[in-house]
């Protein structure tokens, strides 16, 4: 499983109008998931994404965890895109969405996360604070 965790300031997913997640100051999460993704590698990364120290102390260093801070997750297989070969993307990489969609649900539920709708054209608007972009990995069962 791969994660695009973003700090932002406010951030808002949007299907056909209506607005599904909307957050304040918190954590931005984009998921992937891959073939060989099981409930540990997804247990594994949301708690990953969970101590992941992105916040800024009372120093002003990136110290602190995430902690009652809101997340708001958006599936996202894009992150799987392979661009080796030309200019169009392939996807094999990536999991069927019936593998995909219990694993998004259970990470969201893991992290008491806001989110978009699994598998929907989505409007997804943020504000980057910092900007500070991380990307987050586990592996698959077997690597």
Same mark, same amino acid.
């Given at each position: 499983m791969r994660a695009l965790v973003?700090?932002?300031?406010?951030? /808002?997913?949007?299907?056909?109008?209506?607005?599904?997640?909307?957050?304040?100051?918190? &954590?931005?999460?984009? &998921?992937?998931?891959?073939h060989g993704d099981d409930t540990t590698s997804?247990?594994?990364? /949301?708690?990953?994404?969970? /101590?992941?120290?992105?916040?800024?102390? /009372?120093?002003?260093?990136?110290?602190?965890?995430?902690g009652e801070r809101p997340v708001l997750c958006v599936s996202q297989f894009t992150l799987y895109a392979d661009t080796s070969k030309g200019t169009?993307?392939?996807y094999v990489a990536a999991a069927r969405p019936e593998v995909a969609e219990p694993l998004y649900e259970r990470f969201c539920a893991a992290l008491d996360a806001q989110r978009g709708v699994f598998g929907a054209h989505m409007e997804v608007e943020l504000v980057n604070d910092g900007p500070v972009t991380v990307m987050v990995e586990v592996p698959p069962r077997g690597d």
């Open positions: 973003q700090r932002v300031s406010r951030a /808002a997913v949007r299907v056909d109008g209506r607005t599904t997640g909307e957050i304040g100051p918190g &954590l931005v999460v984009l &998921l992937g998931v891959t997804c247990d594994r990364l /949301a708690q990953k994404v969970g /101590a992941l120290r992105v916040f800024p102390d /009372a120093d002003g260093r990136m110290n602190e965890p995430v169009r993307p392939s």
